[in-house]
């Protein structure tokens, strides 16, 4: 191993690959990862807003650089066939295990050349990133009051393109988003009384179907929503009718009022169609989780942008546009009073590119395996390279930067 990682971090990154653990659930991974940042000479404390992990490094008076990276997995079986992919229910399906090797590299890298920066580092593992439930959780229970408020806090996330390479969007980088769960009733009862039930599945289905009229799949304006539904359950018997219907879905947009509109939108929707179909009862629409689009602080963001380019050269410093992922890192940045950095790692090896289908950069984008797929298998080497070295140049420019513009005493 050359660079900014060691073989201990390609380690790490195999052994939370194969141990992923859901959201909420993360004892094994949190104490995996604070015994890295132990080693590498961090002050490590366990349990903040449930498996969180904070590791700070003092290093003299200057500037406080939060890095963060997310510690949960998703319910999806693997299918990728490699020698040490998980063989549960749960799969590291969208990078959060090289997101912590990453972390952990670059702890151990900041923690070795202490004379070449002064100020403050902490490293936070986050818990139920993928509920939208940890970052909150971490907040909550004190991370700006007993670690004290940062100056800037970094994150990154791989991304379906080219390993070796990193992405950078300006100003707004990922949709804020609102999950929804829709309950519809009927009267349960035998299927071979048709007169005497009343059926929640075909009103389901038609608020489905009105729902994919009403929002595209691909937005035409800058403040367009993407509805995604991502689960419907009714029922397990062919001849019971079952007495309600659940339809859980997500709605997001990269513009917060485009996003209330279209909540009232879905809302509305539902209700005309449970009354037109002579529903018993009211549905039940409730609004379970909710994030704030990620918006980037321009001086920070460029400060980082610049050592990328600096570090991995222009070429390999992508601008792209916003993702209409979404992410709870935006309330690291504490209501725009902490500013916020993030940016996105390519994860794919050249051979598999090289094979992609596609005359051009966004057709391959859309035949590789992406993010929260069974079959979703970053490079390991080059990735956890590259996004090990971004973390390090981000937080080191970050470092320095925000000490040079300190007020001269």
């Known amino acids: 191993m ?17 141990h992923p653990e859901l959201s909420g659930a ?31 490094l003092r290093n003299g008076d200057g500037p406080v650089v939060l890095l963060r990276a997310e510690l949960d997995a998703l319910p999806v079986r693997e299918r990728t066939g490699l020698p040490y992919a998980s063989t ?11 997101h912590l090797a990453a972390l952990c590299g670059a702890a151990e890298a900041l923690s070795r050349s202490r004379d070449r920066w002064r100020g403050t580092v902490v490293a936070v593992g986050q818990p139920a990133e993928e509920t939208l439930t940890g970052a909150a959780a971490m907040l909550a229970d004190g991370l700006y009051t007993r670690w004290g408020r940062p100056d800037a806090a970094l994150a990154q996330h791989l991304g379906p393109f080219p390993a070796g390479w990193v992405a950078h969007a300006r100003d707004t980088v990922t949709a804020g988003s609102a999950w929804l769960a829709v309950t519809v009733f009927g ?37 367009g929503v993407v509805l995604t539904i991502g689960a419907v359950r009714a029922g397990d018997r062919a001849n019971v009718v079952a007495d309600r219907a659940t339809i859980r879905l997500t709605v997001r947009s990269l513009d917060s009022a485009a996003l209330d509109r279209a909540v009232a939108t879905v809302d509305a929707a539902v209700r005309e169609i449970c009354a037109a179909a002579g529903s018993p009862a009211e549905p039940e629409i409730v609004v379970t989780t909710r ?27 992508l601008p792209v546009p916003p993702s209409m992922a979404t992410e709870d890192f935006p309330l690291f940045g504490a209501d725009a009073t902490v500013p916020t950095v993030y940016w996105a790692v390519g994860s794919v090896s050249a051979a598999a590119w090289t094979r992609a289908p596609g005359a051009d950069f966004v057709e391959k984008l859309r035949s590789v395996p992406v993010n929260h797929s069974p079959e979703f298998a970053p490079d390991p080497v080059p990735t956890l390279r590259t996004a090990t070295t971004a973390m390090l ?3 080191r420019a970050l470092l320095d930067s925000l000490e040079e513009t300190e007020t001269p005493t």
């Open 2 to 18: 050359t660079g900014s990682m060691s073989g201990d971090m390609l380690e790490l990154y195999v052994d939370l690959h194969r």
């Open 26 to 56: 993360e004892e094994r991974t949190a104490a995996r990862v604070g015994g890295a940042l132990d080693r590498a000479g961090f002050a490590v404390t366990s349990r903040v807003g449930g498996h969180g992990v904070v590791g700070r």
């Open 88 to 98: 549960g229910p749960a799969m590291h399906a969208c990078g959060h295990d090289l």
């Open 187 to 223: 009267r349960g009862g035998h299927a071979g009384l048709p007169g005497a039930v009343s059926n929640p599945i075909p009103v389901a289905a038609a608020i489905v179907t009105r729902l994919g009229e009403l929002f595209p799949a691909e937005p035409s304006t800058s403040d």
């Open 291 to 317: 994030s704030a689009p990620g918006v980037n602080e321009p001086l920070a963001a460029e400060r980082v942008r610049a050592a990328h380019v600096a570090t991995f050269g222009a070429a390999r410093v």
């Open 393 to 395: 140049a981000g937080a």
